[in-house]
Every structure is written in structure tokens, then in C-alpha cells.
């Protein structure tokens, strides 16, 4: 996306293109805020004429009016900064041992080679499956729900970073080598450098993968947290409760996600 | 005039390996560059003209035979070579000053001695206004200059030239082989040009060499003698003499197209 501060229309027929470009985005904007507009109001209303059961469904105003309630028992914030904490922790470890591991199965061929059918069957099994082993041997804590979260998005950051080290030019390598440059120097001045828009998009990914980890670490666990919330909820059928932490939860990864996309933009600042 | 070797080659042969078998790449190549000398490579595609260079420049060993370097049998790239690669492999991440100054920093020379001699060419170069600028910010041809620039920043004796202007437009080509010949003389470098373009190496070399197809010998060496008023590329290509290299570099050649 371009800056608007920098755009100066250099004709009158270069301004008439920038407005054109400008209403199309704003046309995009204003049609995604009405969607979602719509359907607030289709549900509200739909549940007020008894249209859908908003027992089982809930309801916009209900939502507010549990956001109230939580808020004012206070318990609000205290769910929502565990669980986001947890993520985050979980997500930065994910994102830092995978990248490190992945600098591992770079530098050593034979280790690349020796680990590859194990990532491959670790790649496929569903992590969650391993939450109740996990529980077992940490207890049942925030510890036990951050090992879920970095377990969740470890592999595929492993494979995903280490597939863009290897993707590399060879000629770049090739490059540095004609300088008489040393394994090490190859890593931190091509191979790193090279990679950073793959580990933003690892990162990206990464988000959505904590959140599972945490979310499901939550369930099992269930002590505090969104996703305790959100058990606990479905348990005694206060779908509102389920509901308003489902709509905080959209909030949250929305929020980190456009934390990822602004390092992405600070990072990579030689895209204009 | 007699001046130092500073490439000699003695009957150098490298094979590749692979589990399918072995591919001879050169065959018993010998090959003396003087001091000063520009000398040009032509030879079929896939030939192993860009292996000859690789040799040079010690990215690999010779299965057979001797690269000596300025009298000196070397162990593994040194900074008295400097290689310029088809693309300009400018990281797009550093600017063109850091860009430049990459070799440098490799050899850990940076200081201010270093860095001042490199906006220095910079400057000379035509491109000391785009020092901060990243490479996506320049033209094919001001990023082959300063990937040229970058090559000679670390102040090599020799430098091998592989393609350097393949992936530029015909226009871009022609006016960058210029500038980039007369900077390499006038610095003083001995130069090694690999090329498929026969005017290329005509008009930029004091010396073609001829080679075979695959596995690359030497077919035959000529001694380029051109009657022009400057010494430059594209002058180079108007004299008389031109047209007969070109005719009898293109017959050894035996280029056919199927």
C-alpha cells in the first residue's frame, strides 16, 4: 500500500487517476465495514423478532451487555491478558526456536537430511493430540498452554524458514564465496537478510497457529482464559459468554496480525 | 613490453562428478594473462567457460594441472581476484554504498580509509547521488556499474567478468561495455571476459580465446589489432579490421542451429 503524504499528482490527469484509485479503495472500505454492519443489525434483529433463538445464538446487545458484566466483575481483562499473553509467548518462542532450528538444518546438511522424515511426520500429526501428554508432564498451567502454543507453530516454522534459507539465489552465495567469505558471514550477510520476509510471512502464519495452541491448551487446561471462556460457556450454555469471547478472540489475533503486517513494513523498507 | 603473468594455468583439466558418472568440463587447458591484459573467452554454450572462471577464482579445485595467481599457488578465493557475475546480485536490502562496501566488510577492511575510497568511485562512476538509494531504485545499467564498483572496491589485481551484461537490453549492453572497459583499463585491472557475444569480445579484448565444445580445450587465441582513433568499445567495433575477426571467430565457432 502506498503512502498518502508522499503522493504528489504531477498533472491533471495524474490527480484525476489518483482520485480514481483513492474512491476504488474507498468503495472496498466502506462495502467490508457495511458487510459487517449488516450483519450486526440482520442479527439483532433477526433474534429480536424471534426469527432465531437467542438462546442458542445469541445477540449483538447481549454481547455488549456480557462485555458489561465481565468488565464490571472484573474478570474481563484478566481472561483476555492470559490468553494474549500466553499467545504471544508462544508465538515469539515458536517463531525463535523454529528460526534457529531451521539455521541448524541449514548449516548441516547431514542434520537436515537425518531430521527430515521425522519433521515430515511431526509436520502431519495434529499437535493437539499430544495436549493431554503435555498436561501430564507440566501440569495443568499456563506453562503447559505456552508449550501447546509453541509445539502448534514450531514445525511449520522450521520447514517454512528453512524452505526460504534454501531458496537463497545460489548466485548471491556464489557471490559472497568470491569474496572469501566464511560459512558464518554467508549466514549473517545473505542468508538471514534474504530471509526476513519469509520469517514475517512464518510470523504471519504463526499468529493464527498460537492462537490454536492457546485456544486448545485453554480447553484442556481450563482455568483461565478465552478459550476457558469459552468452554466453560458451552458447559453450563451461556452461548453469550461463548460468543463474546469468540468476538473479543477476532479482535485479539486481528490486533497482532496488523502487528505483523507494521514490523513487516518497518523491516522491510527497501519495498517502495 | 614484458610483463608479469598474473594468471597462469598449466594444464588444467576439472571433471564434475555425479552418481550417473563423470563429465569432463575442461580438458588440459593452458593459459598465460599478462599484467594489464583483457583478455576475452568465447565457446558454445555450456562449454565451461564460466568453469574456467570458477577455477580462477578458486570457488573450486582443478581435477588436474596448476592455477597460479600472481606467481602463487592459493588455497581458496583471496581478494586478488574479483569475479562480476551475469546478474548484479545487488542485495536488495542494503543500499548501493552498503552494497558496495560489501566485500569489504567480508575481508573485515571497512574503515574510513576503505569507505572513502569506495564513494570515491562512487562518485567517479556516476553514481555518487544514488549512494543511499536501494537497488530497486536503479536503472539495469547504473546496478551492472555498481556491481562493478562493488568488484573493485575491494581492489583486486584481476577481474572475471562472466556475462556481465547478458541480462541487460542491447542498448544498455553496448553503452555499459564501454564504460565498463574503459573503467577497468583505467584502473589498471587485468580482466577476464567470459562471453557468448563474439563483437563483445572483439571490441573489449586485447586477446580472444577460442574454445572447443564441451569439455572446453583451447581451439585457437587471437591477437586483436584494430586501426581505430580511440580505444574504446564502440569505436572499436567501426574498425576495418573488425568484420575478419568477427568471420573467423564465428567459423571456429561451428555454431549450427538445429
Given amino acids: 500500500m502506498f503512502n498518502r503524504n508522499k503522493i504528489k499528482a504531477a498533472s491533471k490527469e495524474h490527480a484525476m487517476y489518483i482520485a480514481k484509485i483513492k474512491r476504488k479503495k474507498l468503495f472496498i472500505r466502506l462495502t467490508q465495514i457495511s458487510i459487517l454492519i449488516l450483519f450486526i443489525i440482520l442479527w439483532e434483529l433477526a433474534a429480536r423478532f424471534k426469527i432465531i433463538d437467542a438462546f442458542i445464538t445469541s445477540q449483538p446487545t447481549r454481547i455488549v451487555n456480557t462485555l458489561v458484566n465481565l468488565h464490571e466483575e472484573g474478570t474481563l481483562w484478566m481472561h483476555i491478558s492470559i490468553s494474549i499473553i500466553e499467545t504471544i509467548v508462544g508465538f515469539i518462542l515458536g517463531t525463535a526456536l523454529g528460526t534457529a532450528i531451521a539455521i541448524v538444518l541449514w548449516w548441516s546438511d547431514f542434520i537436515a537430511k537425518v531430521a527430515d522424515p521425522y519433521l515430515v511426520v511431526l509436520n502431519s500429526l495434529p499437535k493437539v493430540a499430544l495436549g493431554p501428554i503435555i498436561i501430564v508432564w507440566i501440569g495443568a498451567g499456563p506453562f503447559a498452554i505456552i508449550t501447546m502454543a509453541l509445539l502448534v507453530s514450531l514445525i511449520v516454522t522450521i520447514i517454512t524458514v528453512l524452505n526460504g534459507f534454501l531458496d537463497v539465489s545460489p548466485d548471491k552465495i556464489k557471490l559472497l564465496k568470491t569474496f572469501g567469505a566464511t560459512k558464518l558471514q554467508i549466514l549473517k550477510k545473505v542468508i538471514l537478510p534474504a530471509s526476513i520476509p519469509t520469517i514475517i510471512a512464518a510470523l504471519k502464519i504463526n499468529v493464527g497457529m498460537s492462537w490454536v495452541g492457546v485456544i486448545v491448551g485453554e480447553f484442556l487446561v481450563s482455568k483461565a482464559g478465552l478459550g476457558h471462556l469459552i468452554v466453560y460457556g458451552g458447559q453450563v450454555f451461556k452461548l453469550d459468554l461463548v460468543m463474546t469471547s469468540v468476538f473479543i478472540l477476532s479482535i485479539a489475533a486481528a490486533l497482532m496480525y496488523q502487528f505483523t503486517t507494521w514490523l513487516e513494513k518497518k523491516l522491510i523498507k527497501w519495498h517502495n | ?258
Fill in chain 2, 1 to 258: 613490453m614484458n610483463r608479469k603473468e598474473v594468471v597462469s594455468l598449466k594444464n588444467v583439466s576439472l571433471k564434475y562428478y555425479s552418481l550417473e558418472g563423470e563429465t569432463p568440463a575442461v580438458n588440459d587447458i593452458s593459459l598465460s594473462v599478462k599484467e594489464g591484459e583483457f583478455i576475452g573467452i568465447v565457446g558454445p554454450s555450456g562449454c565451461g567457460k564460466t568453469t574456467i572462471l570458477s577455477l580462477i577464482a578458486r570457488l573450486i579445485k582443478p581435477t588436474k594441472g596448476q592455477v597460479l595467481v600472481d606467481g602463487k599457488l592459493v588455497e581458496g578465493p583471496s581478494t586478488d581476484v574479483g569475479y562480476m557475475l551475469q546478474q548484479d546480485h545487488l542485495f536488495e536490502w542494503r543500499t548501493i554504498l552498503q552494497n558496495v562496501l560489501l566485500g569489504l566488510e567480508i575481508h573485515g577492511k571497512v574503515n574510513q580509509e576503505s569507505r572513502a575510497k569506495a564513494e570515491r568511485l562512487l562518485e567517479t562512476y556516476g553514481l555518487g547521488e544514488f549512494k543511499n538509494h536501494y537497488p530497486d531504485q536503479l536503472s539495469g545499467g547504473m546496478r551492472q556499474r555498481a556491481a562493478l564498483i562493488r568488484t573493485l572496491a575491494v581492489d583486486p589485481k584481476i577481474l572475471l567478468l562472466d556475462e556481465p551484461f547478458s541480462a541487460l537490453d542491447y542498448q544498455t549492453r553496448l553503452a555499459i561495455s564501454d564504460e565498463v572497459s574503459t573503467i577497468i583499463r583505467k584502473e589498471g585491472k587485468t580482466a577476464l571476459l567470459v562471453t557468448h557475444d563474439i563483437s563483445e569480445a572483439i571490441s573489449m579484448s586485447d586477446k580472444v580465446i577460442v574454445l572447443t565444445k564441451r569439455p572446453a580445450t583451447i581451439k585457437s587465441i587471437h591477437e586483436i589489432r584494430l586501426t581505430c582513433e580511440k580505444d574504446n568499445p564502440i569505436s572499436r567495433r567501426q574498425a576495418p579490421e573488425f568484420r575478419e575477426y568477427f568471420n573467423t571467430i564465428w567459423k571456429e565457432l561451428e555454431v549450427h542451429v538445429q
